[in-house]
């Protein structure tokens, strides 16, 4: 079985940055893709960011040029860097993961953007 740990969220004034960890363990012989999404109150999940197993990346329109997407295989970890944040972002953050068995979800964290 495969698990994920989601660390990192909190309270984060507008303008600041927050950096999100998800590792995963457990059974896992490859990891082929692992994203961020995240669903803010009243609305549908979406997706934030994901990255290939051979880093390609892909980033929603209204994160580009402020989040960041990487990825430690060795550790299999991934991680979002956050910056310039807006009160827009405050939302719950879930890390997925696609491995050879389907997808996995992580409990999600959740991240406050406010004065």
């Known amino acids: 079985q495969v698990q994920l740990v989601e660390s990192g969220g909190g309270l984060v004034q507008p303008g600041g940055s927050l950096r999100l960890s998800c590792a995963a363990s457990?059974?896992?012989?490859?990891?082929?893709?692992m994203g961020w999404y995240r669903q803010a109150p009243g609305k549908q999940r979406e997706l934030v960011a994901a990255?290939?197993?051979?880093?390609?990346?892909t980033y929603a329109d209204f994160v580009k040029g402020r989040f960041t997407i990487s990825r430690d295989n060795a550790k299999n970890t991934v991680y979002l860097q956050m910056n310039s944040l807006k009160p827009e972002d405050t939302a719950v953050y879930y890390c997925k993961i696609i491995v050879e068995k389907g997808e996995v979800w992580g409990q999600g964290t959740l991240v406050t953007v406010s004065s």
């Open positions: 990255i290939t197993s051979g880093g390609r990346t």
């Open positions: 457990g059974s896992i012989f490859s990891i082929y893709a």
